[in-house]
């Protein structure tokens, strides 16, 4: 059986001298392993599709273990993103995020739409990219049912706050009765940053990647979010996270 649809490639792994499998987050079927036969030499008609990022219609054909990919049509393969290192740190993290939460067969299309006009914005000028970051990981967040809770206690519902606290763990914020006695580890935040957050998941990436931010809210935001993605998804730690904080420091 042979199957088609437009895919952004996530990673790819080495399997031999010559071949690669390929990890796509496609529109009609999630997440795809698939072959690239030749997709490591420079000469093959699928080495120009093998690379991560890509976006294109990949004609797939179904094997026994493995599918194997027997042709792609690129749209737009991101090139510019792979030769600059800022941002490929950044969109290499956006691309394991994507990995570590989409299933095969499951379609994922906000998330899939929200990663290629991110793909855009990091190819074409962006001022502030850990803006973006903080964007894209709240919009994941949401389009995988793990949207914090931030409109009331997460724990008793109450509406009233006089301190603002975060709870990574409950998993959104916590009143000021339901403190200590059921959150053991709340961060207190401030009403700008629940709006910036609430602003976020409702408005698009490309939207929010113009607004302008104080640094200091936004650094201590993206901590937040970073520690509530290492404790909500699946998987803990992304390789893509530390070579994106190691490169900031340089
Ligand atoms: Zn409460």
């Known amino acids: 059986m042979i199957y088609k649809t437009d895919a952004v490639v996530l990673r790819k792994n080495k399997i031999s001298d010559s ?16 072959v690239a036969k030749g997709g490591r030499k420079p000469k093959s008609k699928l080495s ?3 690379h991560i990022f890509v976006f294109g219609e990949f004609i797939i054909s179904k094997g026994r273990n493995l599918d194997n990919i027997s042709s792609a049509h690129i749209y737009e393969s991101f090139y510019k993103i792979r030769e600059d290192i800022s941002k490929l740190a950044y969109a290499s993290y956006f691309s394991e995020l994507c990995d570590s939460v989409i299933v095969e067969g499951v379609t994922n299309n906000r998330l899939f739409d929200t990663l290629l006009k991110t793909l855009s914005l990091i190819t074409n000028k962006v001022d502030n990219l850990e803006l973006v970051k903080l964007g894209f990981q709240l919009k994941l967040l949401d389009y995988s049912g793990l949207r914090p809770q931030l409109t009331k206690c997460v724990s008793c519902g109450n509406t009233k706050f006089q301190r603002i606290r975060f709870d990574i763990h409950q998993g959104g914020l916590t009143c000021d009765d339901c403190f200590p006695n059921y959150s053991k580890n709340p961060i207190i935040i401030n009403s700008t940053m629940v709006k910036l957050m609430q602003y976020i998941f409702k408005t698009d990436i490309i939207t929010i990647s113009k607004i302008k931010i104080n640094s200091s809210i936004l650094e201590k935001l993206n901590n937040v979010i970073d520690r509530y993605m290492g404790f909500h998804l699946e998987k803990k730690t992304f390789k893509s996270l530390e070579f994106l904080n190691t490169i900031k420091k340089i």
Not at 25 to 30: A, I, M, Q, V
């Open 19 to 34: 071949d690669v499998i390929l990890t796509l987050f496609s529109r009609k079927l999630g997440k795809i392993r698939a």
């Open 48 to 50: 120009p599709a093998s």
